[in-house]
């Protein structure tokens, strides 16, 4: 067979043409040098090497990129890029990913501004109530114009773009839902064809049905497109969530301070600013989310089964159905309680047991110390009790409306389903424009009622996911009621954060600004001046707004240059912290001048509060703290630095004590009174400002310690702003700052420690102290005439009155009392 074949392609015409053509190849292979064979040997063993080293670095450097992005997730540590941007690592599985973070522009924060301090008034949320930070009492959370205002508002957050990340999520959302609107209709047109052959008698057609039924469920994706919907809104839910936690952060943590003067100038929030951003923003998020596909989705299945059951039923059927959505609507509309106001009093309630709980916390040793547990539990208990009966008041309407909710939307609807659906067989001439041109053209007997009971099994389907869409979209009502108390509390949260942004404190229309109110705020402040200024600046305690504040000093003055180290002394509450407080700009400079330099840095300036605050992180962090390890290296600072700034602070023990530079443990409760003080203290050395405000920051240090920490922030060349009550504290600074002078209760006076000035007052107060010494014997015979009078008694008999003897105990006291006396005047001479 193969000769028979070989004989045949040698009479192929085109045979001998293909084999001249071959022998030209050979001869071409042959002629091909041995060098040329060898040369491209060589070039093929190189790009195998060249290869196998290009893919052995890549493997290097992605392993280096892994072990890097590992020991900055070890270490809390970011990346900042050239544009401003962050780059936060993240874990991923085994190893580690990078996430890239724009922050927010001003110019972003300036346009939102007018949306939540300038709503329009048809809102109801007027000039008033924005300053307040809340809503007015006539536009309590609810389904209005307001709400509608708010959520807008929000919105233009959570989806910033229409080619953002959220916008797709929706759409893809929104294919989903529209996909399973269709299967709804092509499960609801099977149903009824697979009853019409089980009624039939037709088995091929019936098991056909069935094999469908189940391609629909599995092929066509109809329960992952269930489970697509699911996971798509807890995605929209996250990335809301996303979005509106990095826009509140760069409002909230910035330069301008906003974290405290939220809490501590501003009464928009209170104290629970947590509650907002933690729970009521999750809370939010996931009502959000849920909102497009339990309303934009019904209200599809509505307009697309309306129309089929127009085809079917006619539209006598069809006005039946919007006649009984609208009177089910009003129904539920007018009966259904104010959810919103209640969830938003039940979230303020939940914040108020969370801040006691959070302030247990914090407060814990305070609290042992005293031993007040049991008063503690009354205030958390009776917080509690609160909030549960509110909770019960809450659930106790739900039970009800949820009664009249499922009676109508479920039994009610039911039954008016079977009547409208009843139409096509009973009044056979309003059965719809299918059902008449079907009696047109049925035959009589079994065929007519097997082709009324496929329309009737299909006419019920799509009933039934009709009212399950209509449910859904009453059933909504309430969640947009609760929707709306959640709304209400995350715009008063932005409202009061762009507030105090801006600084926007007005006094009521047709008023004039209370004195020392945030809305009577004249001053000015200067940044990056060369020293430390005051011209005419009252110290001034604020007050929430809009209450006015206390004044405390009246019209300080002084100016500080580099090396002008200054004691800042007086009694207790006279505000000797509130001028620090006023010169970091935590206080505003109600009239005056106020100048300083910037923040932490060279020629900068550092403050270092009464408590020491140690931050969450390695030892390392503490020392470092405002600078992370990514801006430790970034300015060529090293460990064997940061073991000499220990050294310096007399800490140099603590990195062998607590395992090294990477360990991490709860620091506010490891370290001493005096080691967290001292730990304040290296974290000037690392940062060595220019300036330095110390407010009572060695009072748990000893004296001869105290000394070697000042001479060293000396030789660094930091000038020093001690508050303090130590006399001797003195020899360390140049000026002393006294407050409470004299009688007036505002007077203050500034001077050169060691003039003559000083020196004559201090001479003064020695007199003075000396001249009420002398008054010593007057008071103590003055005190003993009065207590021989208290002593006495009275009594009165027939005798008339007289006095008693003293009891026994009380003349023992008074000899033990003479004896202490002689004893101390004793040790006095020797």
Same mark, same amino acid.
């Given at each position: 067979?193969?000769?028979?074949?070989?004989?045949?392609?040698?009479?192929?015409?085109?045979?001998?043409?293909?084999?001249?053509?071959?022998?030209?190849?050979?001869?071409?292979?042959?002629?091909?040098?041995?060098?040329?064979?060898?040369?491209?040997?060589?070039?093929?063993?190189?790009?195998?090497?060249?290869?196998?080293?290009?893919?052995?670095?890549?493997?290097?450097?992605?392993?280096?990129?892994?072990?890097?992005?590992?020991?900055?997730?070890?270490?809390?540590?970011?990346?900042?890029?050239?544009?401003?941007?962050?780059?936060?690592?993240?874990?991923?599985?085994?190893?580690?990913?990078?996430?890239?973070?724009?922050?927010?522009?001003?110019?972003?924060?300036?346009?939102?501004?007018?949306?939540?301090?300038?709503?329009?008034?048809?809102?109801?949320?007027?000039?008033?109530?924005?300053?307040?930070?809340?809503?007015?009492?006539?536009?309590?959370?609810?389904?209005?114009?307001?709400?509608?205002?708010?959520?807008?508002?929000?919105?233009?957050?959570?989806?910033?773009?229409?080619?953002?990340?959220?916008?797709?999520?929706?759409?893809?959302?929104?294919?989903?839902?529209?996909?399973?609107?269709?299967?709804?209709?092509?499960?609801?047109?099977?149903?009824?064809?697979?009853?019409?052959?089980?009624?039939?008698?037709?088995?091929?057609?019936?098991?056909?049905?069935?094999?469908?039924?189940?391609?629909?469920?599995?092929?066509?994706?109809?329960?992952?497109?269930?489970?697509?919907?699911?996971?798509?809104?807890?995605?929209?839910?996250?990335?809301?969530?996303?979005?509106?936690?990095?826009?509140?952060?760069?409002?909230?943590?910035?330069?301008?301070?906003?974290?405290?003067?939220?809490?501590?100038?501003?009464?928009?929030?209170?104290?629970?600013?947590?509650?907002?951003?933690?729970?009521?923003?999750?809370?939010?998020?996931?009502?959000?989310?849920?909102?497009?596909?339990?309303?934009?989705?019904?209200?599809?299945?509505?307009?697309?089964?309306?129309?089929?059951?127009?085809?079917?039923?006619?539209?006598?059927?069809?006005?039946?159905?919007?006649?009984?959505?609208?009177?089910?609507?009003?129904?539920?509309?007018?009966?259904?309680?104010?959810?919103?106001?209640?969830?938003?009093?039940?979230?303020?309630?939940?914040?108020? &047991?969370?801040?006691?709980?959070?302030? %247990?916390?914090?407060? *814990? =040793?305070?609290?042992?110390?005293?031993? +007040? #547990?049991?008063? $503690?539990?009354?205030?958390?208990?009776?917080?509690?009790?609160?909030?549960?009966?509110?909770?019960?008041?809450?659930?106790?309407?739900?039970?009800?409306?949820?009664?009249?909710?499922?009676?109508?939307?479920?039994?009610?609807?039911?039954?008016?389903?079977?009547?409208?659906?009843?139409?096509?067989? &009973?009044?056979?001439?309003?059965?719809? %424009?299918?059902?008449? *041109? =079907?009696?047109?053209?049925?035959?009589? +007997? #079994?065929?007519? $009622?097997?082709?009324?009971?496929?329309?009737?099994?299909?006419?019920?389907?799509?009933?039934?996911?009709?009212?399950?869409?209509?449910?859904?979209?009453?059933?909504?009502?309430?969640?947009?009621?609760?929707?709306?108390?959640?709304?209400?509390?995350?715009?008063?949260?932005?409202?009061?954060?762009?507030?105090?942004?801006?600084?926007?404190?007005?006094?009521?229309?047709?008023?004039?600004?209370?004195?020392?109110?945030?809305?009577?705020?004249?001053?000015?402040?200067?940044?990056?001046?060369?020293?430390?200024?005051?011209?005419?600046?009252?110290?001034?305690?604020?007050?929430?707004?809009?209450?006015?504040?206390?004044?405390?000093?009246?019209?300080?003055?002084?100016?500080?240059?580099?090396?002008?180290?200054?004691?800042?002394?007086?009694?207790?509450?006279?505000?000797?912290?509130?001028?620090?407080?006023?010169v970091a700009g935590l206080w505003p400079v109600y009239r005056g001048l106020a100048s300083r330099p910037h923040r932490v840095g060279y020629n900068g300036i550092m403050f270092l509060p009464q408590r020491p605050y140690l931050s969450t992180g390695t030892l390392r962090d503490q020392v470092i703290y405002p600078h992370s390890a990514i801006d430790m290296q970034e300015s060529n600072r090293h460990e064997r630095e940061l073991g000499t700034i220990l050294e310096d602070a007399r800490l140099a023990y603590l990195p062998n004590r607590e395992g090294g530079w990477d360990a991490r443990k709860d620091w506010k409760t490891v370290l001493s009174g005096g080691e967290k003080q001292r730990m304040a203290i290296a974290r000037l050395f690392y940062h060595e400002p220019r300036f330095a405000f110390i407010d009572e920051g060695t009072s748990a240090v000893s004296q001869d310690v105290e000394g070697l920490l000042y001479e060293k922030c000396k030789a660094k060349g930091?000038?020093?702003?001690?508050?303090?009550?130590?006399?001797?504290?003195?020899?360390?600074?140049?000026?002393?700052?006294?407050?409470?002078?004299?009688?007036?209760?505002?007077?203050?006076?500034?001077?050169?420690?060691?003039?003559?000035?000083?020196?004559?007052?201090?001479?003064?107060?020695?007199?003075?102290?000396?001249?009420?010494?002398?008054?010593?014997?007057?008071?103590?015979?003055?005190?003993?005439?009065?207590?021989?009078?208290?002593?006495?008694?009275?009594?009165?008999?027939?005798?008339?009155?007289?006095?008693?003897?003293?009891?026994?105990?009380?003349?023992?006291?008074?000899?033990?009392?003479?004896?202490?006396?002689?004893?101390?005047?004793?040790?006095?001479?020797?």
């Amino acid at each position: 067979m193969a000769e028979a074949e070989l004989a045949h392609n040698v009479q192929d015409p085109l045979f001998p043409v293909l084999r001249k053509y071959i022998e030209a190849i050979q001869v071409r292979v042959e002629k091909v040098s041995q060098t040329a064979r060898l040369a491209a040997t060589i070039l093929f063993i190189l790009a195998i090497t060249g290869g196998g080293i290009g893919t052995k670095r890549w493997l290097d450097k992605r392993a280096a990129e892994g072990a890097h992005g590992k020991r900055l997730l070890r270490q809390n540590s970011g990346l900042r890029s050239k544009d401003g941007s962050r780059i936060l690592v993240v874990p991923n599985r085994n190893g580690t990913s990078k996430i890239k973070i724009y922050d927010t522009k001003a110019t972003t924060f300036d346009a939102h501004r007018r949306l939540f301090l300038t709503p329009p008034k048809a809102t109801g949320l007027d000039d008033t109530a924005s300053s307040v930070g809340a809503p007015p009492p006539q536009t309590k959370p609810g389904l209005n114009l307001a709400f509608l205002h708010q959520y807008l508002s929000l919105m233009s957050i959570m989806i910033p773009r229409w080619n953002s990340k959220e916008s797709g999520l929706l759409i893809s959302q929104g294919v989903f839902l529209a996909l399973r609107t269709w299967l709804s209709l092509v499960v609801a047109r099977l149903d009824g064809e697979i009853v019409r052959d089980l009624v039939a008698g037709h088995g091929k057609a019936f098991l056909w049905g069935i094999i469908k039924w189940c391609g629909i469920g599995g092929v066509a994706f109809a329960s992952y497109t269930n489970a697509a919907i699911k996971f798509l809104q807890s995605k929209i839910s996250i990335a809301f969530r996303t979005r509106l936690t990095r826009y509140i952060h760069d409002l909230y943590l910035n330069s301008n301070l906003n974290y405290y003067k939220l809490i501590n100038l501003d009464g928009g929030v209170g104290s629970s600013a947590d509650q907002y951003i933690t729970q009521d923003l999750t809370l939010f998020c996931d009502a959000a989310a849920s909102l497009y596909s339990s309303i934009g989705k019904p209200f599809v299945d509505l307009c697309v089964f309306n129309y089929q059951l127009y085809h079917s039923l006619g539209p006598i059927a069809l006005t039946g159905l919007l006649v009984n959505y609208f009177a089910t609507a009003t129904l539920l509309r007018k009966l259904s309680p104010p959810f919103g106001k209640l969830k938003a009093v039940e979230g303020r309630k939940e914040g108020d &047991f969370r801040a006691l709980h959070s302030r %247990l916390i914090v407060n *814990a =040793e305070e609290v042992a110390f005293y031993g +007040g #547990a049991e008063i $503690e539990r009354v205030f958390l208990d009776k917080s509690f009790r609160e909030l549960r009966t509110w909770m019960e008041g809450i659930y106790r309407l739900k039970i009800r409306y949820n009664m009249l909710e499922d009676f109508v939307l479920k039994y009610s609807w039911s039954a008016f389903g079977y009547l409208i659906s009843s139409l096509p067989v &009973f009044l056979p001439a309003w059965g719809g %424009l299918g059902g008449l *041109a =079907e009696a047109s053209t049925t035959f009589e +007997g #079994a065929t007519r $009622e097997r082709g009324r009971m496929k329309d009737f099994i299909t006419n019920k389907r799509l009933m039934l996911s009709l009212a399950d869409a209509g449910g859904r979209i009453m059933y909504s009502i309430k969640d947009l009621s609760e929707l709306a108390g959640y709304t209400s509390r995350i715009y008063t949260l932005l409202s009061t954060l762009h507030r105090v942004h801006a600084n926007a404190y007005h006094a009521p229309r047709g008023t004039h600004p209370e004195l020392f109110s945030l809305s009577d705020v004249d001053g000015t402040t200067q940044k990056g001046y060369d020293g430390i200024r005051l011209e005419n600046v009252p110290v001034v305690a604020p007050a929430p707004y809009p209450r006015p504040g206390d004044e405390l000093l009246d019209n300080l003055s002084f100016h500080i240059k580099a090396g002008d180290h200054v004691l800042i002394s007086g009694p207790n509450g006279v505000g000797k912290s509130a001028i620090a407080r006023i010169v970091a700009g935590l206080w505003p400079v109600y009239r005056g001048l106020a100048s300083r330099p910037h923040r932490v840095g060279y020629n900068g300036i550092m403050f270092l509060p009464q408590r020491p605050y140690l931050s969450t992180g390695t030892l390392r962090d503490q020392v470092i703290y405002p600078h992370s390890a990514i801006d430790m290296q970034e300015s060529n600072r090293h460990e064997r630095e940061l073991g000499t700034i220990l050294e310096d602070a007399r800490l140099a023990y603590l990195p062998n004590r607590e395992g090294g530079w990477d360990a991490r443990k709860d620091w506010k409760t490891v370290l001493s009174g005096g080691e967290k003080q001292r730990m304040a203290i290296a974290r000037l050395f690392y940062h060595e400002p220019r300036f330095a405000f110390i407010d009572e920051g060695t009072s748990a240090v000893s004296q001869d310690v105290e000394g070697l920490l000042y001479e060293k922030c000396k030789a660094k060349g930091i000038t020093l702003l001690t508050i303090s009550t130590r006399v001797s504290l003195k020899k360390f600074h140049t000026f002393n700052l006294r407050l409470g002078e004299g009688d007036d209760e505002f007077g203050w006076s500034f001077e050169r420690i060691g003039t003559e000035e000083e020196k004559m007052g201090v001479e003064k107060e020695v007199a003075e102290l000396r001249k009420k010494l002398e008054q010593v014997k007057e008071w103590e015979a003055r005190k003993a005439s009065i207590e021989a009078e208290l002593s006495q008694v009275w009594v009165k008999n027939d005798q008339g009155s007289q006095t008693l003897d003293k009891p026994s105990y009380i003349a023992d006291q008074g000899e033990d009392r003479d004896r202490g006396q002689h004893a101390d005047h004793v040790d006095t001479v020797k």
